[in-house]
């Protein structure tokens, strides 16, 4: 745990759980929260697998089907909220990010670095959540055209971390990522 | 795991799930992601203890305090997502749902079943994201008063399953929980 009274300790230990993620499939970071607002304005949230977290750049990846629904909602509603629990550290990370969806051209490369056995995860047909008749109806040919890259660039960030006392802080990319402390 | 081609069966499992989640805390479904739309429309998720999971009546609850943002976004937008991670099932599971808001006199009776030294999680002085000048500038009363119960009876749940062949369901209160399942 980093020197409590140190804000830019505590954004540094955020950072280092999402790095950290990226590389350890065992991490919490691994499996963030994505929450989104669906077309009709009802909040939507699913696992997604955190594929980048670049602090230089303030930014996360995530890859999915064009067809799911979070890029129907993204679509609507550019914003999302990704929230990771990390138990060993006791600490709750959201990041408040909007979203650009890239296809085609634009993800080849990172498609090409897609070992073959996971491409199944991509392009799902019938596309994913289409009503079938049996549990298995369903094909994963593995086609890029069924791949999506979300870029999300980091607005705010806000950490809340349990201990005997708990401390809650909160950055923003508007004051250049100082942050401050807040009641937990 | 159900049969796999039963639905009800895969129903059965998830509330199972939910209900251990109420009385084991190392249970996954012990801290649902619980999202809501911010009044300014965008999308909040943060983690919640499921207080009770109640599969006759359709209804799970979260207790938290009546000050905080999801309060705040409830009350603009009264719809939320929980979601769930059950690691041993490979079970996600989502429920969307209405939330009502207890408070006061309606609250006395839970409030009164809360041990004392669980009751400081609730009213805390300045209220929670309160910007304060040190980490640990704040106060936890434990007062009844910052005591709120959140009603969420389930309208839809989206069950994903992993495994060899992964599968999806989903059931509606409007169709008398009969399900079908979908591309996963």
């Known amino acids: 745990m980093s020197d409590h009274n140190d804000l830019a300790a505590f954004l540094d230990e955020a950072w280092l759980c999402l790095e950290h993620g990226v590389t350890d499939k065992d991490a919490g970071a691994r499996h963030p929260a994505f929450a989104t607002v669906s ?6 949230v699913r696992t997604v697998v955190l594929r980048a977290a670049d602090r230089a750049t303030a930014q996360v ?18 914003f999302a909220e990704l ?44 596309p994913p959540g289409s009503p079938i ?24 960030i806000d950490l809340v971390q349990l201990g005997d006392r708990h401390r809650r802080a909160t950055f923003s990319i508007e004051d250049a990522w100082q942050g401050n402390w807040c009641a937990p």
Do not use: N
């Open 83 to 126: 929230m990771v629990w990390e138990p060993i550290a006791l600490l709750q990370i959201r990041m408040a990010v909007s979203v650009e969806i890239l296809m085609g051209a634009a993800v080849t490369e990172r498609w090409a670095r897609i070992p073959s056995d996971a491409r199944s995860a991509y392009g799902t047909q019938p």
């Open 133 to 156: 008749d049996a549990p298995f109806d369903y094909e994963k040919p593995g086609q890029q055209s069924g791949f999506a890259v979300l870029i999300c660039p980091v607005q705010r």
């Open 39 to 44: 077309p009709v304005g009802w909040p939507e």
């Open 61 to 78: 990846e995530a890859h999915t089907d064009p067809a799911s629904a979070k890029v129907q909602a993204l679509r609507c509603s550019p």
